[in-house]
T-cell receptor
Framework: GAGVSQSPSNKVTEKGKDVELRCDPISGHTALYWYRQSLGQGLEFLIYFQGNSAPDKSGLPSDRFSAERTGGSVSTLTIQRTQQEDSAVYLC????????????FGPGTRLTVT | GENVEQHPSTLSVQEGDSAVIKCTYSDSASNYFPWYKQELGKRPQLIIDIRSNVGEKKDQRIAVTLNKTAKHFSLHITETQPEDSAVYFCAASGGNTPLVFGKGTRLSVIA
């Protein structure tokens, strides 16, 4: 079946512009995660949605970052007033249930802020 | 909250040798411990996981061990092959809490 998809695959933007990154999780998966991965680095947790519960936003690095998940499915990560340090690969993952089940990762969006 | 430490950060082994990567966790409530493999330019993928009701799990050349008392778990890869070269991430979770990942180990298998 279809896996996790993300769009766009690549995004180049000018410093100060806003960007929106999209994630389509696997159908039926109640949990959705966003991570940031800088070149050669680990997986930095950003935000976690689980069912109808309030999202865990503890990983968002600043108030320029926000995310929504509409209808328990598609999620959008928004970065306002982008900075060069925001350049990274943004990975989305979904799982059937909460933290105790396998996460399936999307291909990522490579964001470059010039 | 949970904190996961992973060692070593880099590991080089000769083809055919074994590789061991170790992780420790802080939250005694954690009960799910997966390992992910990320090849260069690709997304992370689950290779094996273990739950706290078992101490060891094996899948062909890969095995994971868990010591709940000491709060550490390890990944063992035997008879390493060049295609095992990748970054490996351990993680821990207490169920409904999000997975917390280690910082990764870059494994290089030298032919």
């Amino acid at each position: 079946g279809a896996g996790v998809s993300q769009s766009p695959s690549n995004k180049v933007t000018e410093k100060g512009k806003d960007v929106e990154l999209r994630c389509d999780p696997i159908s039926g998966h109640t949990a959705l995660y966003w991570y940031r991965q800088s070149l050669g680095q680990g997986l930095e947790f950003l935000i976690y949605f689980q069912g109808n519960s309030a999202p865990d936003k503890s990983g968002l690095p600043s108030d320029r970052f926000s995310a929504e998940r509409t209808g328990g499915s598609v999620s959008t990560l928004t970065i306002q007033r982008t900075q060069q340090e925001d350049s990274a690969v943004y990975l989305c993952a979904s799982s059937l249930a909460g933290g105790g089940s396998e996460q399936y990762f999307g291909p990522g969006t490579r964001l470059t802020v010039t | 909250g949970e904190n996961v430490e992973q060692h070593p950060s880099t590991l080089s082994v000769q083809e055919g040798d074994s590789a061991v990567i170790k992780c420790t966790y802080s939250d005694s409530a954690s009960n799910y411990f997966p390992w992910y493999k990320q090849e260069l330019g690709k997304r992370p993928q689950l290779i094996i996981d273990i739950r706290s009701n078992v101490g060891e799990k094996k899948d062909q050349r890969i095995a994971v061990t868990l010591n709940k008392t000491a709060k550490h778990f390890s990944l063992h890869i035997t008879e390493t092959q060049p295609e095992d070269s990748a970054v490996y991430f351990c993680a821990a979770s207490g169920g409904n809490t999000p997975l917390v990942f280690g910082k990764g180990t870059r494994l290089s298998v030298i032919a």
